[in-house]
């Protein structure tokens, strides 16, 4: 742990600094994914949900465990397949004959950070389970109530719609998820310098939490406060609108969409050291955050090109065609 980073009255270089060693720390497992690593690290400050998706073998479960060592909490993971029961994540009542009553016996879901590795190769059933969690932030059971840790962060993995066992998840599912991205393979340099540290040693057993105590849910707090401009939010308003208008999508991007997309454009202005939101910050993480919302319709799908690319092309479209404030 770093004992130099003090979360109390920070300025904007010491909220830099913390969130560079995160990054920093993250990057010794995973190489060559900076962008990555940030993208992700601001979903987590925004106090959202992240979905990785890739094909297998990138990665994208060693980079959920590293955030998750990294900024310290209770971590859980959870291998979604498809005989996982719903009470298998969030937890079930139990009957304890010595006391002659039912006692809630919590499920893998009670964490701060919860990494669920290939989500959509369990049943929408399971998927289901946390949709309350990821939204609320409790779990019902019974008809009983049971907070969750705060924070609480879902990092999920999922492969390809178009791979073997694989469930597509719903839409409400999704649209919990504030934003998804890719890892990509890595380049030789990269991949070269993998084999070489990988092959002694498992990198992960060797990362230390670098935020202390409650650092993560500080930084987040500090991240709320960002300040954003009428201008800044208009322009916001006006690229989630573009997908609910454009010809090619049947059901666009949704009111939490808009909220989700600021908020993660304050995570990323703090971690660039800003206490303000550039409309910059809005166009990195429009794709990301919106683009695994989209629904299509089916006449706008080339199939060459498939829904996940036909969508980043649409939100892409519609940023540069939403003009930029000028303040």
Not at 205 to 214: Q, Y
Not at 283 to 290: E, F, I, S
């Amino acid at each position: 742990m770093t004992d130099g980073i003090t979360l109390d009255s920070r300025g904007a270089e010491a909220v830099r600094d913390a969130t560079e060693q995160v990054v920093a720390a993250v990057s010794t497992v995973i190489d060559g994914k900076d962008q990555v690593i940030r993208s992700a690290l601001a979903v987590m400050l925004a106090g959202g949900h992240l979905l990785i998706e890739d094909v297998p073998g990138v990665g994208k479960t060693m980079l959920a465990k590293a955030l998750a060592r990294a900024t310290g909490g209770t971590i859980s993971r959870i291998q979604f397949t498809p005989d996982l029961l719903p009470s298998d994540v969030t937890g079930a009542s139990v009957f304890d004959q010595s006391a002659g009553r039912f006692e809630f016996k919590p499920g893998a879901v009670f964490a701060n950070v919860v990494i669920g590795d290939e989500i959509n190769r369990a049943s929408p059933k399971t998927q289901a389970a946390l949709l309350e969690c990821m939204e609320e932030g409790q779990v019902t059971v019974d008809g009983a109530s049971w907070p969750l840790p705060d924070p609480f962060l879902v990092v999920a993995t999922q492969n390809p719609v178009d791979m073997e066992g694989t469930y597509v998840l719903p839409e409400a599912q999704r649209d919990r998820f504030m934003a998804r991205i890719s890892m990509g393979y890595p380049d030789e340099d990269a991949e070269r310098e993998m084999l070489r540290s990988h092959g002694r040693v498992d990198p992960i057993d060797r990362l230390e939490t670098v935020l202390p105590a409650g650092g993560l849910a500080s930084l987040a707090a500090q991240a709320r406060d960002v300040y954003v401009s009428p201008a800044v939010e208009t322009y916001v308003l006006r690229i989630v609108g573009g997908t609910r208008s454009h010809s090619e999508v049947r059901l666009g991007a949704s009111p939490r969409a808009s909220l989700q997309l600021l908020r993660a454009a304050k995570a990323t202005a703090l971690i660039d050291g800003r206490d303000f939101v550039l409309p910059d910050d809005v166009d990195a993480l429009a794709v990301d955050v919106l683009a695994h919302r989209l629904v299509l319709r089916r006449s706008g799908v080339d199939v060459r090109e498939g829904q996940a690319v036909a969508s980043a092309r649409i939100v892409r479209q519609i940023v540069a065609a939403t003009p930029v404030p000028l303040q």
